[in-house]
């Protein structure tokens, strides 16, 4: 018996689901949503060890940075992977490794053993599993549902990655006050079964691209040189490194702004990163009821420039409501310009280079944001940390202005990708 499709039930625009009509990428969504729930939790639970441990800015930072290196040193290797191993062999043996870690981690911290450097370690090896992961399953959706359902496969993907991030917080600063860290580490471990078992259960075989005649640094190579000609893209990926590294920082801060700042504790923590996945699964959902042209220099520019603005609000504020409806906005604005500039990436790449292209975005957004998680970590040290937020909001703002004398060069990408495409 087939599940009714949420397009039927919710009060959403028409087609807002259409991609899960497809039974493999239903199957996949689903997984990844239970997952990703757990890997949130894990992440609001790190986050809390790592400040009870340490009491420091800093290692927040270090730590965060540890999580995200990986995707600098490795992205676009993997991006070669995508392109050429199995994927759905690849996805199994990444989520398996994933929910090892996630166990490790659990039984480091019930018997008391964990240190700083075991949940660092730990974080860097979950990375490596996590930047492999990435491209190969976005390599994947296209196969699952074709070009024509590509954009709201995207955004469907999205609206996953944040509904979870609404859920998973708030479920995990709930069980941090109940029964601690190690509960939701092991809870997380759990979750990436769900993934292994859609995965293992994917009816569509996608057929690996033949293996070209040249060696991984010349693929490698081939993907660089073609995004450096293609003006659109460069712009586009110049805009997520800035918000990677100055936009996104600020949640590696948020244990100490429930701390210290509005004094709410790890179940206000929970809250307040629910906040920004509320925000988030608006701006997925917006973007996948989404009809027609794309309009995206105009919905990239925009969701930048509200970024920056509700940063230094956020920064700004003590009272905890506003804080959390500025929150939503963040988390609304950061998924839209992210998706929107994922979307066209793809639209614009060559079928044979998808996996170097996603993985030229996965370098902008994940491979850069190590250098973010320092920096915020620093000038919080340096400066306090609502002044580090307030920076990076500032930052973001202001590139938005000066991406405004640009927006007429996307906008031609857009109507070229829906030419071809849509």
């Known amino acids: ?16 689901f259409r991609a899960l009509r497809h039974p493999d990428f239903r199957v996949l969504w689903i997984g990844l949503l239970v997952s990703l729930t757990g890997r949130w939790m894990q992440s609001v639970a790190q986050g809390w060890l790592v400040l009870r441990l340490s009491d420091s800015a800093f290692q927040l930072g270090l730590v965060g940075f540890l999580g995200f290196f990986p995707a600098l040193l490795l992205a676009l290797p993997a991006g ?5 191993l199995p994927r759905r062999t690849t996805l199994l043996w990444t989520q398996s ?28 090896a979950t990375g490596v599993a996590g930047t ?28 996953a990655f944040n509904l979870s991030r609404m859920v998973g917080p708030a479920i995990a600063g709930l069980m941090l006050a109940a029964a601690g860290e190690a509960a939701v580490f092991g809870i997380t471990g759990l979750g990436y079964v769900a993934l292994v078992v859609a995965i293992r259960a994917l009816r569509n075989r996608p057929s690996v691209p033949p293996a070209e005649r040249t060696s991984w640094i010349g693929l490698i190579r081939g993907g660089i040189v073609h995004a450096a000609r293609e003006p659109r893209m460069r712009i586009l990926l110049v805009l997520v490194v800035v918000t990677s590294v100055f ?8 244990p100490i702004f429930a701390r210290d700042v509005h004094g709410v504790g790890s179940r206000g923590l929970g ?77 614009l790449a060559p079928a044979e280079l998808r ?56 906008r031609a990408a857009a109507a070229e990708a829906e030419r071809r495409y849509l």
């Open 132 to 159: 492999l992961d990435i491209p190969v399953r976005q390599s994947l959706l296209q196969d699952l549902v074709g070009r024509d359902d590509l954009p709201n496969a995207i955004a469907l993907n999205s609206l």
């Open 355 to 410: 996996g170097r292209i996603i993985s030229l975005y996965l370098l902008a957004f994940m491979g850069t944001a190590p250098f973010g998680a320092l920096l915020a970590g620093w000038l919080a040290r340096r400066i306090g940390t609502p002044q580090a937020v307030a920076a990076g909001g500032v930052v973001c703002a202001a590139t938005a202005l000066w991406f405004s004398s640009r927006i007429p060069a996307i």
């Open 1 to 16: 018996m087939s599940l009714p499709l949420p397009g039927r039930i919710l009060p959403l625009a028409p087609g807002t």
């Open 247 to 254: 936009g996104a920082s600020y949640s590696i801060l948020l």
């Open 97 to 124: 490794a994933s929910m090892i870690l996630a166990l490790a981690l659990a039984g480091l911290t019930w018997l008391g053993w964990v240190r700083i450097w075991h949940v660092g370690a730990l974080a860097f």
């Open 80 to 84: 070669v992977a995508a392109d050429r």
């Open 271 to 347: 809250w307040m990163m629910s906040a920004t996945g509320l925000g988030a699964v608006g701006g997925a959902l917006a973007l996948a009821g989404r009809h027609g042209r794309i309009r995206a220099g105009r919905t990239v520019g925009t969701a930048m420039l509200v970024l920056g603005l509700s940063l230094v609000g956020f920064s700004l504020t003590r009272s905890y409501p506003l804080a959390l409806t500025l929150l939503v906005l963040v988390g609304g604005s950061t998924i839209v310009q992210m998706a929107t500039s994922n979307t066209l990436l793809q639209l």
